[in-house]
Protein backbone atom coordinates (compact mmCIF):
# COMPACT_ATOMS: atom_id res chain seq x y z
CA UNK A 1 0.00 0.00 0.00
CA UNK A 2 1.32 3.15 -0.87
CA UNK A 3 2.06 6.11 1.66
CA UNK A 4 -0.36 8.58 0.63
CA UNK A 5 -3.08 5.81 0.75
CA UNK A 6 -1.97 4.71 4.08
CA UNK A 7 -2.03 8.84 5.37
CA UNK A 8 -5.38 9.01 3.50
CA UNK A 9 -6.55 5.96 5.52
CA UNK A 10 -5.66 7.32 8.60
CA UNK A 11 -6.92 10.94 8.20
CA UNK A 12 -10.36 8.79 7.93
CA UNK A 13 -9.97 6.61 10.76
CA UNK A 14 -8.85 9.41 12.85
CA UNK A 15 -11.94 11.39 11.91
CA UNK A 16 -14.23 8.66 12.52
CA UNK A 17 -12.63 7.91 15.87
CA UNK A 18 -12.60 12.24 16.93
CA UNK A 19 -16.72 12.03 15.39
CA UNK A 20 -17.10 8.92 17.60
CA UNK A 21 -16.08 10.44 20.62
CA UNK A 22 -18.11 14.12 20.28
CA UNK A 23 -21.31 11.48 19.34
CA UNK A 24 -20.89 9.74 22.46
CA UNK A 25 -20.69 13.33 24.21
CA UNK A 26 -23.09 15.00 22.70
CA UNK A 27 -25.64 12.05 23.75
CA UNK A 28 -24.26 12.47 27.02
CA UNK A 29 -25.52 15.97 27.78
CA UNK A 30 -28.79 15.16 25.35
CA UNK A 31 -27.98 17.39 22.31
CA UNK A 32 -29.60 16.26 19.83
CA UNK A 33 -29.71 19.29 16.50
CA UNK A 34 -29.04 18.55 13.47
CA UNK A 35 -26.48 22.08 13.37
CA UNK A 36 -24.66 20.29 16.62
CA UNK A 37 -23.97 17.11 14.52
CA UNK A 38 -23.23 18.76 11.97
CA UNK A 39 -20.28 21.25 13.60
CA UNK A 40 -19.36 17.61 15.32
CA UNK A 41 -18.60 16.39 12.43
CA UNK A 42 -16.77 19.37 10.72
CA UNK A 43 -14.78 19.36 14.17
CA UNK A 44 -13.86 15.83 13.62
CA UNK A 45 -12.80 16.76 10.02
CA UNK A 46 -10.46 19.49 10.68
CA UNK A 47 -8.64 17.33 13.73
CA UNK A 48 -7.93 14.69 11.34
CA UNK A 49 -6.40 16.62 8.54
CA UNK A 50 -4.19 18.74 11.64
CA UNK A 51 -3.37 15.76 12.40
CA UNK A 52 -2.28 13.68 8.84
CA UNK A 53 -2.61 16.85 6.26
CA UNK A 54 -3.09 16.04 3.30
CA UNK A 55 -0.52 17.39 1.68
CA UNK A 56 0.31 15.13 -1.53
CA UNK A 57 -0.53 17.11 -4.99
CA UNK A 58 -1.73 14.04 -6.42
CA UNK A 59 -3.41 12.98 -3.28
CA UNK A 60 -5.23 16.49 -3.32
CA UNK A 61 -5.85 16.71 -6.91
CA UNK A 62 -7.86 13.01 -6.43
CA UNK A 63 -10.05 14.30 -3.47
CA UNK A 64 -11.21 17.30 -5.33
CA UNK A 65 -11.75 15.63 -8.57
CA UNK A 66 -14.48 13.35 -6.65
CA UNK A 67 -15.35 16.56 -4.95
CA UNK A 68 -19.34 14.60 -5.97
CA UNK A 69 -18.26 11.83 -3.14
CA UNK A 70 -17.48 13.94 -0.13
CA UNK A 71 -19.39 15.57 2.47
CA UNK A 72 -20.43 19.22 3.28
CA UNK A 73 -18.74 18.88 6.56
CA UNK A 74 -15.36 17.71 4.79
CA UNK A 75 -15.25 20.86 2.53
CA UNK A 76 -16.26 23.11 5.40
CA UNK A 77 -13.18 21.86 7.35
CA UNK A 78 -10.67 23.33 5.37
CA UNK A 79 -12.48 25.62 3.33
CA UNK A 80 -14.66 27.44 5.48
CA UNK A 81 -18.55 27.97 4.92
CA UNK A 82 -18.42 30.37 2.50
CA UNK A 83 -20.85 32.19 3.73
CA UNK A 84 -19.30 35.23 3.70
CA UNK A 85 -17.13 34.57 0.84
CA UNK A 86 -16.32 37.21 -1.80
CA UNK A 87 -18.22 35.69 -4.13
CA UNK A 88 -21.46 36.93 -4.60
CA UNK A 89 -22.86 33.56 -5.95
CA UNK A 90 -22.01 32.30 -2.53
CA UNK A 91 -23.49 34.45 0.02
CA UNK A 92 -26.89 34.31 -1.87
CA UNK A 93 -27.09 30.46 -1.60
CA UNK A 94 -25.02 29.65 1.16
CA UNK A 95 -27.37 32.10 3.05
CA UNK A 96 -30.67 31.20 1.93
CA UNK A 97 -33.29 30.23 4.03
CA UNK A 98 -34.23 28.25 1.36
CA UNK A 99 -31.68 26.15 0.92
CA UNK A 100 -30.44 25.40 4.77
CA UNK A 101 -28.94 22.00 3.83
CA UNK A 102 -27.57 22.79 0.43
CA UNK A 103 -24.13 20.99 -0.09
CA UNK A 104 -20.75 21.93 -1.79
CA UNK A 105 -21.06 18.65 -4.06
CA UNK A 106 -24.23 19.83 -4.84
CA UNK A 107 -22.63 22.33 -7.55
CA UNK A 108 -19.31 21.59 -7.75
CA UNK A 109 -18.92 17.65 -8.72
CA UNK A 110 -15.81 18.36 -9.97
CA UNK A 111 -13.07 20.90 -8.89
CA UNK A 112 -9.10 21.23 -10.49
CA UNK A 113 -6.67 22.64 -8.27
CA UNK A 114 -5.53 25.13 -10.65
CA UNK A 115 -5.96 28.72 -10.58
CA UNK A 116 -9.80 30.25 -10.90
CA UNK A 117 -10.37 31.68 -14.06
CA UNK A 118 -13.24 31.82 -16.47
CA UNK A 119 -11.90 28.78 -18.43
CA UNK A 120 -11.48 26.76 -14.94
CA UNK A 121 -14.48 27.98 -12.86
CA UNK A 122 -17.00 26.91 -15.35
CA UNK A 123 -16.19 23.19 -14.88
CA UNK A 124 -16.37 23.57 -11.31
CA UNK A 125 -19.99 24.19 -10.91
CA UNK A 126 -22.52 21.83 -12.38
CA UNK A 127 -24.81 24.55 -14.35
CA UNK A 128 -27.48 21.34 -14.21
CA UNK A 129 -27.97 22.05 -10.53
CA UNK A 130 -28.44 25.51 -11.62
CA UNK A 131 -31.06 25.06 -13.58
CA UNK A 132 -33.00 22.80 -11.16
CA UNK A 133 -34.16 26.58 -10.28
CA UNK A 134 -33.25 28.67 -12.51
CA UNK A 135 -34.92 27.61 -15.86
CA UNK A 136 -38.09 28.71 -17.90
CA UNK A 137 -41.22 27.07 -16.41
CA UNK A 138 -43.10 24.68 -18.95
CA UNK A 139 -46.59 26.09 -17.32
CA UNK A 140 -45.69 29.44 -19.16
CA UNK A 141 -44.95 27.80 -22.80
CA UNK A 142 -47.46 28.36 -25.39
CA UNK A 143 -49.80 25.96 -25.31
CA UNK A 144 -50.08 25.62 -21.62
CA UNK A 145 -53.64 25.35 -19.54
CA UNK A 146 -51.81 28.05 -17.35
CA UNK A 147 -52.12 31.31 -17.60
CA UNK A 148 -50.05 34.35 -16.08
CA UNK A 149 -52.29 35.30 -13.87
CA UNK A 150 -52.49 31.48 -12.56
CA UNK A 151 -48.64 31.92 -12.07
CA UNK A 152 -48.89 35.14 -10.28
CA UNK A 153 -51.46 33.77 -7.57
CA UNK A 154 -50.60 31.65 -4.93
CA UNK A 155 -50.44 28.12 -6.14
CA UNK A 156 -52.18 26.26 -2.92
CA UNK A 157 -54.87 28.25 -2.47
CA UNK A 158 -56.36 27.32 -6.47
CA UNK A 159 -57.73 24.37 -7.55
CA UNK A 160 -54.49 23.11 -8.72
CA UNK A 161 -52.00 21.86 -5.57
CA UNK A 162 -54.14 21.11 -3.00
CA UNK A 163 -54.67 17.66 -1.44
CA UNK A 164 -52.35 14.49 -3.24
CA UNK A 165 -51.40 17.22 -5.65
CA UNK A 166 -49.70 19.70 -2.77
CA UNK A 167 -46.40 20.74 -2.84
CA UNK A 168 -44.14 18.36 -1.74
CA UNK A 169 -40.25 18.82 -1.68
CA UNK A 170 -38.19 15.88 -1.64
CA UNK A 171 -35.10 17.60 -2.26
CA UNK A 172 -32.27 17.20 0.94
CA UNK A 173 -30.98 20.57 0.25
CA UNK A 174 -34.53 22.52 0.30
CA UNK A 175 -36.12 23.86 3.39
CA UNK A 176 -39.27 21.73 4.50
CA UNK A 177 -41.31 24.78 4.59
CA UNK A 178 -41.22 26.87 2.32
CA UNK A 179 -43.07 30.06 2.27
CA UNK A 180 -46.14 30.10 -0.87
CA UNK A 181 -44.50 33.06 -2.12
CA UNK A 182 -41.50 31.36 -3.46
CA UNK A 183 -43.13 29.09 -5.84
CA UNK A 184 -42.52 31.60 -8.51
CA UNK A 185 -39.13 32.20 -8.17
CA UNK A 186 -38.00 28.70 -8.34
CA UNK A 187 -40.60 27.82 -11.41
CA UNK A 188 -39.80 30.33 -13.53
CA UNK A 189 -39.33 33.22 -12.00
CA UNK A 190 -35.76 33.54 -11.21
CA UNK A 191 -34.78 32.39 -15.12
CA UNK A 192 -30.71 32.98 -15.28
CA UNK A 193 -29.28 34.91 -18.41
CA UNK A 194 -27.26 31.82 -19.08
CA UNK A 195 -28.31 31.15 -22.32
CA UNK A 196 -26.99 27.89 -24.62
CA UNK A 197 -24.76 29.35 -26.54
CA UNK A 198 -22.07 29.00 -23.59
CA UNK A 199 -21.89 25.14 -24.56
CA UNK A 200 -20.81 25.62 -27.64
CA UNK A 201 -17.65 24.91 -29.32
CA UNK A 202 -17.29 28.31 -30.35
CA UNK A 203 -18.29 30.44 -27.39
CA UNK A 204 -14.52 31.66 -27.04
CA UNK A 205 -14.69 32.85 -30.38
CA UNK A 206 -18.08 34.23 -29.93
CA UNK A 207 -18.71 35.39 -26.84
CA UNK A 208 -17.52 39.08 -27.17
CA UNK A 209 -20.01 39.87 -29.34
CA UNK A 210 -22.90 39.01 -26.93
CA UNK A 211 -21.37 40.58 -24.33
CA UNK A 212 -21.16 43.58 -26.17
CA UNK A 213 -25.21 42.53 -27.15
CA UNK A 214 -26.04 41.98 -23.44
CA UNK A 215 -23.96 44.48 -22.01
CA UNK A 216 -21.33 43.21 -19.85
CA UNK A 217 -23.38 43.59 -16.27
CA UNK A 218 -25.56 40.88 -17.33
CA UNK A 219 -22.95 38.49 -17.81
CA UNK A 220 -21.74 39.32 -13.81
CA UNK A 221 -24.75 38.43 -12.55
CA UNK A 222 -23.22 35.25 -12.83
CA UNK A 223 -19.13 35.85 -13.25
CA UNK A 224 -19.24 38.10 -10.53
CA UNK A 225 -14.94 38.32 -10.72
CA UNK A 226 -15.97 41.47 -12.36
CA UNK A 227 -13.33 42.11 -14.94
CA UNK A 228 -10.75 40.47 -13.08
CA UNK A 229 -12.50 37.68 -13.87
CA UNK A 230 -12.01 38.68 -17.81
CA UNK A 231 -8.40 39.34 -17.35
CA UNK A 232 -7.37 35.29 -17.31
CA UNK A 233 -7.72 35.54 -21.21
CA UNK A 234 -7.57 39.32 -22.21
CA UNK A 235 -4.80 40.59 -20.28
CA UNK A 236 -2.35 39.00 -23.32
CA UNK A 237 -2.69 40.37 -26.64
CA UNK A 238 -5.32 38.26 -29.12
CA UNK A 239 -4.26 37.16 -32.01
CA UNK A 240 -5.35 39.63 -34.03
CA UNK A 241 -2.74 42.18 -32.35
CA UNK A 242 0.19 39.73 -33.59
CA UNK A 243 2.55 40.65 -35.10
CA UNK A 244 3.11 43.99 -33.42
CA UNK A 245 4.48 45.54 -36.46
CA UNK A 246 1.59 44.48 -38.87
CA UNK A 247 -0.95 45.33 -36.02
CA UNK A 248 -0.26 48.91 -36.07
CA UNK A 249 -0.87 49.22 -39.69
CA UNK A 250 -3.84 47.49 -40.01
CA UNK A 251 -5.43 48.30 -36.41
CA UNK A 252 -7.51 51.56 -37.69
CA UNK A 253 -9.45 49.38 -39.91
CA UNK A 254 -10.53 47.41 -37.17
CA UNK A 255 -11.19 50.21 -34.70
CA UNK A 256 -13.23 51.94 -37.56
CA UNK A 257 -15.49 48.61 -37.92
CA UNK A 258 -16.76 49.03 -34.25
CA UNK A 259 -14.81 51.08 -31.75
CA UNK A 260 -16.76 49.15 -28.70
CA UNK A 261 -14.65 45.87 -29.54
CA UNK A 262 -11.57 47.68 -28.58
CA UNK A 263 -13.06 49.26 -25.67
CA UNK A 264 -14.34 46.35 -24.15
CA UNK A 265 -10.68 45.90 -22.98
CA UNK A 266 -8.64 49.30 -23.23
CA UNK A 267 -10.15 52.54 -21.62
CA UNK A 268 -11.10 55.80 -24.07
CA UNK A 269 -7.93 57.25 -23.21
CA UNK A 270 -5.80 54.41 -24.36
CA UNK A 271 -5.89 56.09 -28.33
CA UNK A 272 -4.60 59.13 -27.12
CA UNK A 273 -1.40 57.98 -26.27
CA UNK A 274 -0.43 57.90 -29.81
CA UNK A 275 -3.62 60.42 -31.75
CA UNK A 276 -5.40 63.05 -31.13
CA UNK A 277 -5.36 64.68 -27.85
CA UNK A 278 -8.27 66.08 -27.15
CA UNK A 279 -7.95 69.19 -25.41
CA UNK A 280 -9.80 70.46 -21.88
CA UNK A 281 -13.60 71.00 -22.37
CA UNK A 282 -13.69 68.57 -25.99
CA UNK A 283 -16.66 67.20 -24.49
CA UNK A 284 -18.61 70.69 -24.22
CA UNK A 285 -16.78 71.68 -27.40
CA UNK A 286 -16.88 68.95 -29.84
CA UNK A 287 -20.49 69.56 -31.31
CA UNK A 288 -19.07 72.72 -33.13
CA UNK A 289 -15.99 70.75 -34.28
CA UNK A 290 -18.30 68.38 -35.94
CA UNK A 291 -20.30 70.56 -37.63
CA UNK A 292 -17.48 72.28 -39.06
CA UNK A 293 -16.15 69.73 -39.80
CA UNK A 294 -18.26 66.60 -40.57
CA UNK A 295 -19.01 63.92 -39.14
CA UNK A 296 -16.19 61.89 -41.37
CA UNK A 297 -13.07 63.27 -39.66
CA UNK A 298 -14.40 61.63 -36.39
CA UNK A 299 -14.51 58.36 -38.79
CA UNK A 300 -10.81 58.61 -39.39
CA UNK A 301 -10.59 57.03 -35.23
CA UNK A 302 -14.01 56.07 -34.37
CA UNK A 303 -17.03 54.11 -35.65
CA UNK A 304 -20.21 54.74 -35.69
CA UNK A 305 -21.55 53.17 -32.20
CA UNK A 306 -18.55 54.83 -31.02
CA UNK A 307 -21.35 58.35 -30.67
CA UNK A 308 -23.44 55.81 -28.72
CA UNK A 309 -21.98 55.43 -25.76
CA UNK A 310 -23.22 58.99 -25.09
CA UNK A 311 -25.81 60.02 -27.44
CA UNK A 312 -28.16 56.87 -27.18
CA UNK A 313 -30.59 58.76 -25.11
CA UNK A 314 -30.10 62.68 -26.73
CA UNK A 315 -30.81 60.53 -30.34
CA UNK A 316 -33.63 58.40 -29.12
CA UNK A 317 -35.54 61.52 -27.32
CA UNK A 318 -34.72 63.37 -30.61
CA UNK A 319 -36.56 60.98 -32.75
CA UNK A 320 -39.36 60.83 -30.09
CA UNK A 321 -39.43 64.94 -30.40
CA UNK A 322 -39.53 64.73 -33.81
CA UNK A 323 -41.91 61.40 -34.77
CA UNK A 324 -44.82 63.09 -31.76
CA UNK A 325 -47.99 64.07 -33.82
Not at 185 to 201: D, I, M, N, S
Request: net charge positive.
Amino acid sequence: MSSSRQRSQLGMLAAALVFGILLVGAVLIGATDVAIARDARTLSWKIAYAAVPVDDKADLTELHRNASASTRERCIACHGDKKSSGLVLHRIHLRSPLLPDVACHECHRRVAITKRGNRTVVSWVDVGFCKKCHSEFPGLKPGSKMKPADFDADCTRSKCHVGKLAPKHDKPYLAKDMPKSECKGCHGGRVLPWTPRHEKADWIKTHGDEALRAGSDNCFQCHDFGLKFCDDCHKTKPPSHQPPEKWRTIHAEAARSDTRVCYSCHPTSFCKKCHLNHEAGWIDNHPAFVHKNGRLSCKECHSDSACGFCHTRVLTESVQTTSAP
